[in-house]
Structures are given as C-alpha cells and as structure tokens.
C-alpha cells in the first residue's frame, strides 16, 4: 500500500471513530473527555493502532477503566469503519491511552523547579 493510501485511511478512520465517539457512544465520560489523537495503520491494513487523549487531565481519572471501557467498544468501532470504508479487510482496532500532555505536564513541573532552585542559588 502506499504511503499516500495509508495516510488518507488513518485520517478516514480518524474521523469515522471521532464520529462515532461524539455522536454514537452512551458513555458520557468517554464521549465528553476523550479525543481521537491520530492512527497508525499497519503496512498490510490489518491492524489499526488509534491513539486517543483525554482533554481534562486534571481531574482524577482512573485511566485504566477508561481504557478498559474504550476496549469494550473496539468491536463497534471496527464495525462503524467497515460500513464507512470500502476496503477488503476491516482492520482490528487496538486502543492505546496518549500520554503526552501528562509528560509535558511533568516536564513543565520539574523546570519550574529547577528554575526556582537557580533563582535561589543566585539570590544567596
């Protein structure tokens, strides 16, 4: 498959899964605080990695329930790509939780500190 292909079904599949999650899913946790993020689709289209961020990362959530939650809708998703896209095979979707805005959260904090520990050093 080309590269150009594959791009175009990630982003179709980005979006029929955004869809689904806004429009379709009863879960009003899942469908207030998680976004599709991107997707990776395996160079023979069977699998389709889609990696999803949760927008409020301040409140205390249990992670993995969520994600526990998004795996036990990995059939209708799969099933909401198969009907939107017509290709010969559906590919498996497997769900995987964004951890970037935690670590840019907790890269940001230990700059801070080591900002505040400088100061200090040079105030004395």
Do not use: C, W
């Not at 079904?9 to 469908?31: P, Q």
């Not at 998004?70 to 010969?88: H, M, Q, S």
Request: aromatic fraction near 4%; hydrophobic fraction near 40%.
């Amino acid at each position: 498959m080309n590269i150009r292909r594959k791009r175009g079904l990630e982003k179709e599949i980005s979006r029929i899964i955004g869809t689904a999650i806004l429009l379709e899913v009863k879960n009003e946790k899942i469908r207030n605080l998680v976004t599709v993020k991107s997707v990776n689709l395996s160079p023979d289209a069977r699998y389709a990695d889609v990696i999803m961020s949760i927008l409020d990362y301040k409140q205390n959530i249990n992670k993995e329930k969520l994600l526990e939650e998004l795996n036990k809708l990995k059939g209708f998703f799969r099933k909401k790509v198969g009907e939107n896209l017509e290709i010969r095979y559906t590919p498996e979707i497997r769900i995987h939780l964004d951890d970037s805005v935690e670590y840019s959260v907790k890269i940001s904090k230990i700059l801070k500190e080591a900002i505040a520990t400088v100061n200090i050093d040079s105030e004395e």
